[in-house]
């Protein structure tokens, strides 16, 4: 059984700095990788999403890697600005299953002026 | 494109209950599924559906039906509400017209259901 965990639960940073959140999974059998933000009191939103023959994805500040072998997912978020306060979520697809998602638990972020 | 609607957004109900939570997407999308969010879990998939007519069970799907009888909606339907149901619900949905992984899920809002 497919198993994804993210460390760590909660992070808090000074703004500018650069930082890594981590997701992993039990089962390299996958499809995809997609991580989300989640606002307080808000849906999802999708930050970027790794086919598992990808090894990494870039959007702005943002930068995801995948390394399917050994269950891993790297967020690197670089100069971190208080609007980035948020929960990430990473959730993954296993192969054979259409769209249904096994997610994380988050790692609740807050970046500090 | 309004994407992914939810309603209500909050709602209370008194156990025993029954209720309908409410999903529509106007991108056309054939799939879409239910999730619950609890602190500490997670979110989990309680059903799901890949077409009109279509619909499969999730992790989580004790005490929810679900039906679709068109491509926009999915609605949820508790049966008899309980307390262990207080959660925040989200629909999500995602197209499978694209291949090889490139299917990104949207989602609504949520709805918070709060059962005493």
């Known amino acids: 059984k497919q198993e994804v965990t993210q460390i760590p639960a909660a992070l808090s940073v000074p703004e500018g700095e650069n930082l890594v959140l981590n997701c992993s999974f039990t089962d390299s059998a996958i499809y995809n990788l997609q991580w989300f933000r989640q606002d307080p009191g808000k849906g999802l939103t999708s930050l970027l999403l790794?086919?598992?023959?990808?090894r990494e994805q870039t959007s702005g500040r943002l930068n995801a890697s995948l390394d399917k072998s050994s269950g891993r997912s790297t967020l690197y978020i670089a100069a971190s600005q208080p609007g980035d306060s948020a929960t990430y979520l990473c959730?993954?697809?296993?192969?054979?299953?259409?769209?249904?998602?096994?997610f994380g638990t988050g790692t609740r972020l807050q970046v500090f002026p | 494109n309004a994407g992914v609607t939810q309603t209500p957004k909050f709602q209370v109900l008194k156990t025993g209950q029954s209720m309908t939570l409410q999903c529509a997407q106007d991108m056309n999308h054939e799939y879409m599924s239910w999730y619950r969010q609890d602190p500490g879990m997670g979110l989990r998939l309680i059903h799901y559906?890949?077409?009109?007519?279509?619909?499969d069970q999730g992790e989580v799907p004790n005490g929810y039906n679900v039906s679709r009888s068109t491509t926009e909606d999915f609605p949820l339907r508790l049966l008899s509400a309980a307390p262990s149901q207080t959660s925040v619900y989200f629909c999500a949905s995602s197209s499978l017209r694209e291949r090889g992984g490139r299917e990104t899920q949207y989602f609504g809002p949520g709805t918070r259901l709060l059962v005493l």
């Open positions: 559906s890949v077409g009109a007519g279509i619909t």
């Open positions: 959730a993954v697809k296993g192969v054979g299953k259409p769209d249904k998602l096994i």
């Open positions: 790794i086919q598992s023959s990808q």
